[in-house]
């Protein structure tokens, strides 16, 4: 029952050092396939961020009007306002271009539309507006809606500064989508590339999305790219589906689960094979009639036994039981087997499953037990009680009489072949 226990264990932590082995490799593929995939959007983030400079700066139409303002004469707006008009002229996606002499609104176009705004103080407009003149650099904000109307825009603010003088101010409102449209986006998609275009307010606190190809999409470990506008920036970019799509999960798990399983199979087979091999050896060594190990079978599987293990403690008895030939006088063979039979069950019940016995001869019998630490003279006596066997023959009770001795190892012997010769010395001492 203990090896059975021991064979159970052994099994069960097979199974887990396999289970985990192919969850390992698992894992490392899917972390290897993730990996590449992170570095391919990297370098698409790299690209985007490069043409995103770029992008900015042919949008910003603010700062190519500044050079239209004499420093000298702000109050000149003449080539301000022809360049304005041209500006809107050429293109549709502009929705206004402004002037702020100092924090006062000095001209706005069309003036048709938003003409009525002239006059008012910086303070009245957008908080961007105000940023735009303290930071001292260009500012891009939006999208934000046109003075109330269905029109988004994004502003794009350039201050002017005369070295340290501020003069005043620049702002070109444009369309969002035209904005959005030419940061590169829909390339991004046509890549299999899902993305999210965010900023945070000018405190950091409150974060708004500007545009995004899926917002149902989790961004929380895609491939993040921050700039300033000088409000922060973000766009996060990941490959459509995710890292590893739930397909790719799914193929990836059935692949290994079919190694894990082709393995395991292998391994029963290995065990099998073992096991076959092993049932085979021990037929090659056991009497088919009393079910015992041959005499050959004895010594091998005792040596075995000690050179795998040769702290182990070991009692060799030698057993004779006396009458046994006049107790199975005119014995039919199957009562005389049943008798070997009887004898080996006697072995199995007393003595540790791993017991080798052997017949010496019609009426001797050898046994190696292996002890570990058990009381061995406990177990002696109470299978010698056993063997006192009784039949009547003739009118007449026949009884067994058993006779043994022991040696132990390594005091009377190193191996299986100097046991047995000192177990018959001590025998013929009786």
């Known amino acids: 029952m203990k090896f059975r226990k021991s064979q159970v264990l052994i099994f069960g932590v097979l199974v887990l050092a396999l289970a985990g082995a192919i969850f390992a490799l698992d894992t490392s593929v899917k972390y290897a396939l993730r990996q590449e995939r992170v570095a391919a959007a990297r370098t698409v983030e790299v690209g985007f961020r490069r043409g995103l400079a770029e992008t900015f700066g042919n949008l910003n139409d603010a700062a190519k009007l500044s050079y239209t303002i004499d420093l000298d004469d702000a109050d000149n707006l003449e080539l301000f306002q022809k360049s304005v008009r041209k500006l809107m002229e050429d293109n549709e996606h502009v929705a206004y271009a402004a002037y702020f002499k100092e924090d006062t609104l000095n001209y706005i176009y069309p003036e048709d539309r938003f003409g009525a705004l002239a006059g008012k103080n910086m303070a ?88 995004t190809s899926d917002p149902s999409v989790d961004y929380s470990d895609a491939v993040k790219h921050e700039f300033s506008l000088p409000a922060t920036w973000n766009i996060s970019i990941m490959p459509k589906g995710g890292w590893i799509t739930q397909a790719e999960h799914a193929l990836i798990d059935a692949a290994f689960f079919a190694l894990g399983l082709v393995l395991f199979l292998l391994g029963m087979l290995l ?32 040596n075995k036994r000690l050179s795998k293990e040769p702290d182990s403690k070991l009692c060799v008895l030698e057993l004779q039981l006396g009458n046994f030939r006049r107790f199975t006088k005119n014995m039919e063979r199957e009562e005389l087997v049943m008798f070997l039979m009887r004898f080996r069950q006697s072995v199995l019940d007393c003595f540790p499953e791993d017991t080798v016995a052997t017949r010496l001869s019609d009426d001797s019998f050898l046994l190696a037990i292996f002890t570990d630490g058990q009381d061995s003279g406990r177990m002696i006596s109470e299978f010698v009680l056993q063997l006192h066997w009784k039949r009547r023959l003739d009118d007449q009770k026949i009884f067994i009489t058993p006779r043994y001795c022991t040696v132990t190892y390594p005091k009377d012997g190193s191996d299986a072949r100097s046991l047995v010769e000192a177990a018959a010395k001590e025998f013929g001492k009786i």
């Open 124 to 211: 009245d407009f957008a908080y961007s507006v105000t940023l735009a003149k303290f930071a001292k650099v260009p500012v891009v904000e939006g999208p934000s809606s046109l003075f109330g109307e269905e029109m988004d825009v994004f502003l794009f603010l350039q201050p002017i500064y005369l070295g340290a003088d501020y003069i005043g101010e620049i702002v070109v409102a444009m369309d969002s989508g035209y904005v959005l449209s030419a940061l590169g986006l829909k390339e991004l998609e046509d890549g299999n590339y899902d993305y999210e275009l965010w900023r945070l307010d000018f405190l950091g606190q409150t974060k708004t999305v500007i545009s």
């Open 271 to 302: 065990c099998s094979a073992v096991r076959l091999r092993g049932r085979l050896q021990v037929e090659k060594y056991t009497n088919a009639d009393s079910g015992l190990a041959t005499m050959e079978g004895f010594f091998y599987f005792v």
